[in-house]
């Protein structure tokens, strides 16, 4: 196959086709797997993968939507730089699929293969007329399974796109007055009206809790262990270290201490959650929740492929962001600002059980949560109004299939990738940074600055260093434990709700604004962090307000 792939005349194969085509799936099998450099397009919201083999460029682009303009200008951005074009439709929908796309190659004489997924779904009637009309009329089309694509299935793309087939008008209409089954998937109970609904939130609960849990535990019990063999070695072997040095390396917030911990809590996170998250994904079953719950987000403001995004942010709110990529562009920024402010972190979680634990008041939890979603709500459809209602999608039923162990570790492989490459540094930098604040007393001053906020709710100003530091990091609230927890006993119900509460939603930790500012800019990045800023000043009054009700 690589001799094949070696003689090639063109330089860049780039794959088109609409969601859930089995367009990535074919990516990766091309690749053998890789899974490329995936970065924005200049000017938008979407991204592209791109890996390079061969001297030859092989590009997957953004799934065409009917109704998501930019999305359909970046693919033909895409188009104008490709040599050779490689069309992605269903077999089982081949003729409407084929329809929607036509558009995009008017007036288009590059090389265009025509590759039909999902062949195993297909009727044995509708394979054996594309296979003869293929012979007959020399039709650029391969039939195939895309997540079992055999090398011999390759032979034949490469075999294809050497030929440099040109995509006529003559060819389109040879099959679309073909007689072809059209193939449905399966009705199942997501489609039923109201347990379809109750069923999707309950396999979302399962598929996003279990991994943030058994994260949380994992990392709790590796916590002591990482502490007395790892960071106190090194702490030893710096006792002698000039202090800025020893401060930065394995200080309160040093590179080795703090970077460590980040590391130890947030990678099991991304793992799981990134596992759950390619089976669903792998299986068709994202497809079939998203279509189900699409009206009931559509009415805060959001639609159906926004509800990932905001569940992953419950286990890494800087993972979702990236995932946010995936997002139209109408509701991205609603998508982003419901992450920060109703998502809540694996970091923030961990942290507030603690805090209530401490106070032995662990079923605070659920009434924070509560807060948490409801002022989500309530901060995506003040700010947001004009976008309230998005626009829909039109529904593509997807098939329910068996993952592969390879479909999966493609899927999560591109997780772990942009976190270790994009999140991680991040951290680290973060590190360095609240080290030197430390040292020059930064973060005292920064400390003042919330005497007055806490005055107001008649909290005591104890709680200013743990309102600066969860600034820097979600799970400093944890400095509310300090001196075994004198603080806590000193709040009431309302009041502990109310600070731990503030603390979570002022301001997004600043890996995640940092990462916002990278993905969709300084300016929009700003806008957001000012506007969570008030709608959490806002719910807290709000919440002040009803503890003086029922005081």
């Not at 710096?238 to 200080?251: C, E, R």
């Not at 731990?500 to 700003?526: N, P, Y």
Request: charged share 15%.
């Amino acid at each position: 196959m690589l001799a094949s792939v070696k003689k090639l005349k063109c330089s860049t194969i780039t794959l088109i086709g609409l969601e859930s085509s089995g367009k990535t799936t074919f990516f990766s099998k091309l690749t053998n797997q890789a899974i490329g450099e995936e970065s924005n397009v200049k000017g938008s919201t979407y991204s592209v993968r791109i890996h390079r083999k061969n001297n030859i460029e092989y590009v997957d682009t953004p799934g065409i939507h009917p109704n998501d303009t930019l999305a359909n200008e970046m693919v033909k951005q895409e188009l104008e730089k490709a040599t050779c074009i490689v069309v992605i439709v269903r077999g089982t929908h081949l003729q409407e699929e084929l329809k929607e796309i036509i558009p995009y190659l008017e007036n288009n004489s590059k090389s265009t293969i025509i590759v039909a997924t999902y062949a195993d779904k297909m009727t044995k009637k509708s394979k054996k007329v594309l296979n003869q009309t293929s012979l007959m009329y020399k039709l650029p089309l391969i039939l195939l399974d895309a997540r079992k694509t055999t090398d011999e299935k390759l032979q034949t793309f490469y075999r294809c796109v050497e030929k440099e087939y040109s995509f006529t008008d003559e060819k389109v209409k040879k099959l679309q007055v073909l007689s072809l089954d059209r193939v449905e998937p399966s009705r199942l109970i997501f489609d039923i009206p109201f347990f379809g609904k109750l069923l999707s939130f309950l396999v979302l609960t399962f598929m996003f809790l279990v991994p943030v849990m058994g994260a949380y535990y994992f990392a709790d019990a590796l916590t002591p262990l990482v502490n007395s063999y790892l960071i106190s070695s090194m702490e030893a072997k710096l006792n002698h270290a000039p202090v800025f040095i020893y401060s930065i390396l394995v200080g309160d917030y040093g590179v080795f201490s703090l970077g460590i911990y980040s590391f130890l809590w947030a990678f099991p996170v991304v793992f799981l959650m990134g596992c759950t998250t390619a089976i669903v994904d792998e299986t068709g079953l994202k497809d079939r929740i998203v279509d189900t719950l699409d009206p009931l987000l559509r009415n805060i403001g959001l639609n159906g492929k926004d509800l990932i995004p905001v569940l992953t942010g419950f286990g890494c709110n800087v993972v979702a962001v990236f995932q946010s990529r995936n997002c139209s562009l109408c509701t991205r920024k609603q998508c982003i600002s419901f992450i920060t402010f109703g998502s809540a972190c694996s970091y923030q979680i961990g942290a507030t059980l603690s805090i209530f634990n401490s106070a032995q008041k662990p079923w605070l939890i659920f009434p924070y949560l509560g807060l948490l979603i409801a002022g989500g709500i309530f901060h995506t459809r003040i700010w947001n109004r004009k976008y309230s209602t998005p626009p829909s999608f039109s529904v593509r039923k997807t098939f329910l299939q068996k993952p592969t162990i390879n479909g999966l570790l493609f899927r999560l492989s591109s997780d772990i990738k942009q976190f270790c490459r994009q999140a991680l540094p991040i951290f680290l930098i973060i590190c360095v940074i609240a080290a030197i604040f430390h040292e020059i007393g930064l973060l005292q001053v920064l400390s003042f600055v919330f005497y007055p906020l806490l005055a107001i709710f008649d909290i005591p100003l104890a709680a200013a260093s743990g309102l600066a530091f969860s600034i820097i990091r979600k799970d400093g609230i944890l400095l509310f434990n300090e001196g075994q927890g004198e603080l806590l006993v000193q709040l009431d119900d309302f009041q502990l709700v109310l600070l731990v509460f503030l603390a979570s939603t002022l301001t997004a930790c600043v890996v995640t604004m940092m990462t916002i500012w990278k993905e969709i800019g300084a300016k929009i990045a700003l806008q957001l962090i000012s506007k969570q800023l008030i709608t959490s000043l806002i719910c807290t009054f709000f919440i002040y307000g009803i503890s003086l009700f029922f005081a």
